[in-house]
T-cell receptor
C-alpha cells in the first residue's frame, strides 16, 4: 500500500548527539514537510521541500537540518544545537505539482517518531 | 500564527451529530478551509476541505457561511472512534503550501 513511513516509532538519544529521523513516501508526491508537536500543542512547521534538491525553513528551523536528494525521502537531523529536542516529530507529503495554482491536495501524514533526549 | 479560532474542547453523545465550529474571520478569497483530526499518538488525518460551497464526503460535512468567516464540521453520527483533536486550517489555493496548525478542538464522544 502507498503511504508515508517514519522510523523508528520511538527513539532515545543522549544530550549532545545528533540524530536523524527517517521519512520515506511511495506516493510519488512532490512536496514533503516536517512538523514538531509538543504535549497538548498543535503542530509547528520545521522545514518543507516542494521539489527535490530544494527546501525552505519553517517557523522553528533552528537546530534542525534536512536534505532532499530523492523525491521519496526527506530525512530530518536534530542537531545538538536544538535546545529542547524531546518531542513528537511528524512527516507529511502532498502531491501538488510546482507552478500549478488552485490545486489543493491534502497533506498525508506519517504516524510520527517520538524522540526522547536525556 | 494560526488564522482560525476553535473552542478548546467539546463533548458529544455517541450516535448524535457532532458540530465543531471554527472562526476564520480574516480568510482571503484564495484560501480554502481544511479540517484534519488527530487521534492520540498518531499523525493527523485529512477529513474534508472547501472554498465556498458546502461539501460532504463519507466522513463528514463542511458548512461554510456565505461570508466565509466561519465554518462548521459535522460528524453526522459520532462514534467513540471519533474521539480526537480536530484542527480547522485555512490554506492558500496555490500548490504545496504548508498547513499552519492551531491547538484545535478536543472532541470527546461519550457512550
Amino acid at each position: 500500500d502507498g503511504g508515508i513511513t517514519q522510523s523508528p516509532k520511538y527513539l532515545f538519544r543522549k544530550e549532545g548527539q545528533n540524530v536523524t529521523l527517517s521519512c520515506e513516501q511511495n506516493l510519488n508526491h512532490d512536496a514533503m514537510y516536517w512538523y514538531r508537536q509538543d504535549p497538548g500543542q498543535g503542530l509547528r512547521l520545521i522545514y518543507y521541500s516542494q521539489i527535490v534538491n530544494d527546501f525552505q525553513k519553517g517557523d522553528i528551523a533552528e537546530g534542525y537540518s534536512v536534505s532532499r536528494e530523492k523525491k521519496e525521502s526527506f530525512p530530518l537531523t536534530v542537531t545538538s544545537a536544538q535546545k529542547n529536542p524531546t518531542a513528537f516529530y511528524l512527516c507529511a507529503s502532498s502531491t501538488d505539482p510546482p507552478g500549478i495554482k488552485a490545486y489543493n491536495s491534502p497533506l498525508h501524514f506519517g504516524n510520527g517518531t517520538r524522540l526522547t533526549v536525556t | 500564527d494560526a488564522k482560525t479560532t476553535q473552542p478548546p474542547s467539546m463533548d458529544c453523545a455517541e450516535g448524535r451529530a457532532a458540530n465543531l465550529p471554527c472562526n476564520h474571520s480574516t480568510i482571503s478569497g484564495n484560501e480554502y478551509v481544511y479540517w484534519y483530526r488527530q487521534i492520540h499518538s498518531q499523525g493527523p488525518q485529512y477529513i474534508i476541505h472547501g472554498l465556498k460551497n458546502n461539501e460532504t464526503n463519507e466522513m463528514a460535512s463542511l458548512i461554510i457561511t456565505e461570508d466565509r468567516k466561519s465554518s462548521t464540521l459535522i460528524l453526522p453520527h459520532a462514534t467513540l472512534r471519533d474521539t480526537a483533536v480536530y484542527y480547522c486550517i485555512v490554506r492558500v489555493a496555490s500548490g504545496n503550501t504548508p498547513l499552519v496548525f492551531g491547538k484545535g478542538t478536543r472532541l470527546s464522544v461519550i457512550a
